[in-house]
């Protein structure tokens, strides 16, 4: 018995030495003068980097437009398949679960699963600036959005800062 937990304590340590935790997230304040709606987005991502090629992490966010509030989750795993310098491209897949509410209407829940690529820009060794374009892979109705297959529409663009600690 001593054996194994000695085992199963050097086997954890060895995965953890060359591990981090990151904190960061996006934040989004829009006005679109066609429809005259004002949109404002939070959401907070926390993770952990398995080291340099996978991490796993997850979002939480929060949407409000006029007449719209919606809340979502969304665990996904990050793959980095390539690193030079300061730079990294990488591809994030998971899932997600949605609820929105328009005002006097019935909440909606929703859910995705699929693929955003993605490129790093390691500022320094602590932050760094991550973008994704597009997403593959399956949507239905989540935050009110529903695709089935490959879509890079300006909703499927994103900024986020990481602290990595």
Do not use: C
Not at 11 to 35: C, E, P, S
């Amino acid at each position: 018995m001593k054996k194994l937990v000695l085992t199963l304590v050097l086997v954890f340590g060895m995965l953890t030495a060359n591990a981090q935790f990151f904190v960061g997230g996006q934040f989004g304040l829009t006005y679109d003068t066609d429809t005259e709606n004002t949109t404002f987005r939070i959401a907070p991502e926390f993770g952990y980097a398995f080291n340099d090629a996978w991490t796993v992490a997850g979002t939480i966010g929060y949407t409000h437009m006029d007449n719209y509030n919606s809340f979502y989750i969304a665990p996904y795993a990050r793959w980095t398949f390539f690193t030079k310098d300061f730079l990294s491209l990488l591809v994030d897949g998971g899932f997600g679960f949605s609820t929105g509410k328009h005002k006097g209407f019935k909440a909606e829940n929703g859910f995705e699963i699929g693929f955003k690529p993605g490129i790093a820009f390691n500022l320094t060794e602590e932050f760094s600036l991550v973008a994704h374009y597009g997403f593959l892979g399956y949507r239905n109705q989540y935050n009110g959005n529903s695709v089935s297959g490959l879509s890079l529409s300006g909703n499927d663009l994103s900024f986020s800062l990481y602290y990595k600690f």
